[in-house]
């Protein structure tokens, strides 16, 4: 194995580093577009910002009603606002991967419950590529492919480029046209 940080001839040796990490979460898959981390990081902010105003109400309540200390309920919600911010959007976003094959899609994805679906070309029934606000902000995708079945016959692929869940849809809908030939 060669050392990645001695090489001159590798200008980034800690993102090829942090590359490899990646790969190995995600079984060398390919992993979602880098600002999807990012993306993530915001929806947790907006959630953990909606937990510290729902503890400051309860704290609010319990200091008036029971004349509780203050702190009691605001400082461990603070705590888990920290963690929701800073910690799980890497572990979520290292925990996704996909590979696109010949004849198949395959998405890996889950933190705590890993969850590994293949979805063959010729189940597939149609595609979506989808944007919300704040993806458009950061040129993200989700590609929604619909499966003939009723169990798990929705696979999404968020954290795409714009411009790779078209192709990819472009892509699919190719073997869908062959197979139907």
């Known amino acids: 194995m060669t050392n990645l940080a001695s090489n001159p001839s590798n200008p980034e040796p800690m993102a090829a580093v942090q590359d490899d990490q990646l790969h190995s979460y995600n079984q060398g898959l ?7 981390k990012t993306l993530i990081r915001i929806r947790m902010a907006i959630r953990a910002l909606m937990l510290l105003i ?13 004349q509780l200390t203050s702190g009691m ?10 963690a929701l911010v800073f910690l799980l959007p890497t572990r979520i976003y290292r925990r996704w991967g996909f590979d696109m ?17 293949i979805v063959p070309f010729n189940r597939i029934q149609h ?13 993200l995708s989700t590609l929604i492919v619909h499966t003939a079945g009723t169990h798990n016959s929705v696979v999404i692929l968020p954290g795409l480029a714009t411009a790779d869940a078209e192709a990819m849809r472009e892509t699919i809908k190719g073997h869908i046209r062959q197979d139907m030939i």
């Open 54 to 66: 729902a503890a400051s109400v309860a704290e609010t309540a319990l200091y008036y009603n029971l």
């Open 73 to 82: 309920v605001i400082g461990p919600a603070f705590l888990l606002a920290l």
């Open 101 to 117: 094959g010949d004849e198949q899609l395959r998405v890996l994805r889950g933190f705590l419950w890993r969850t590994d679906t």
């Open 127 to 139: 595609i979506d590529v989808a944007q919300g606000p704040l993806q458009r902000l950061f040129d």
């Open 30 to 36: 390919t992993p979602l577009h880098p600002p999807h």
